[in-house]
């Protein structure tokens, strides 16, 4: 069976002013470099209501569909635009990870990349934050979670920004270890290692700014790949950001494109020694054009390695 890439047009649809990291430039890069590779291209759902109801209350998402501007942008945070098609676009960006969860415990397909924007681990219960909305790789878990009845769920979030909204919305969910590494110090400010959840599932792993490779590597194999070992998921959903990069220009962590290889080619080991293997990977930052699509691909290359 073939890695799944879930993603949908719509994704394109969500625009952000001119000069915008978050920009439509960056699905469009990736998705011409993942082009030559032998995936199975599945079309992003729009996610249920009750889908994004999981995690964040009826208010908030009554509040994100009445700021949708009938053109032009709205601004709902100090960097966060809607655009017309931004509902849209967080819809199927929810309704992917929903899909790949599907997939992937369902048989369907061994791993799954959704390449989807907005982003999610930002987004907080009732706030959307730092270009994100719906917090999706937290609401990949929760579906796992309530709806298939899984008992275990790991997240990885490797984004170099702290994913402080998967954090929120799973603070109080034992039934989900959280691990979470960042450039500290570094908007948006959180995720100190006191940081740790209501169960401490939580695992915070801030890395100095300057740091690369060696450091990166020291501290999944000393905390992180041993956490995962300990508490044993039945799925690895994976935070992917790729703006710890050395290329990007949103942050100063050191990282090569190897080593978004080498992360993903771990955490897929971890996968098949714990899970099957099942692993669901959903995009989250990069904001240089040329690194983001390389290390991305570099990343779904491991999954497909992985399926084999
Ligand atoms: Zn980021």
């Not at 979670?145 to 402080?164: I, K, P, Y």
Request: proline share 6%; glycine share 8%; aromatic share 6%.
């Amino acid at each position: 069976m073939k890695t799944a890439l879930i993603t949908h047009a719509d994704c394109l649809g969500h625009v952000t002013p001119d000069g915008h990291p978050e920009r439509v430039a960056r699905l469009q890069h990736i998705l011409h470099a993942l082009e030559p590779l032998d995936l199975n291209r599945v079309t992003a759902p729009m996610a249920a209501e009750d889908d994004i109801l999981r995690i964040h209350p009826a208010d908030y998402l009554h509040d994100i569909r009445a700021a949708r501007p009938t053109d032009g942008f709205k601004q709902i945070d100090g960097d966060t635009f809607m655009s017309p098609g931004s509902v849209d676009a967080a819809f199927r960006a929810a309704g992917a990870v929903v899909r790949a969860v599907d997939m992937v415990l369902g048989g369907e397909a061994p791993n799954a990349f959704c390449a989807i924007r907005p982003p999610g681990h930002h987004a907080e219960t009732s706030t959307a934050m730092g270009f994100c909305l719906f917090g999706n790789a937290a609401l990949a878990a929760k579906h796992a979670l309530d709806h298939h009845g899984l008992n275990r769920v790991a997240v990885v979030d490797f984004d170099v920004h702290h994913g402080n909204g998967t954090q929120d919305l799973l603070w109080d969910e034992a039934r989900a270890l959280v691990i979470t590494s960042q450039q500290m110090p570094l908007w948006p400010g959180s995720g100190r290692v006191d940081e740790d959840g209501a169960h401490g599932q939580i695992l915070n792993i801030p890395l100095a700014p300057g740091s690369g490779s060696a450091e990166m590597r020291a501290a999944y194999e000393g905390q992180a790949f041993p956490r995962l070992r300990a508490f044993q998921p039945e799925l690895l959903i994976i935070s992917a950001g790729f703006d710890a990069h050395q290329d990007d220009p949103l942050a100063n962590l050191n990282w090569s494109t190897g080593d978004f290889a080498w992360i993903t080619s771990a955490l897929c080991s971890l996968a098949r020694e714990l899970c099957d293997g099942r692993i669901v990977s959903t995009l989250e930052g990069g904001y240089d054009l040329n690194a983001l699509s390389a290390a991305t691909k570099a990343h779904v290359e491991e999954l497909m390695k992985a399926a084999t």
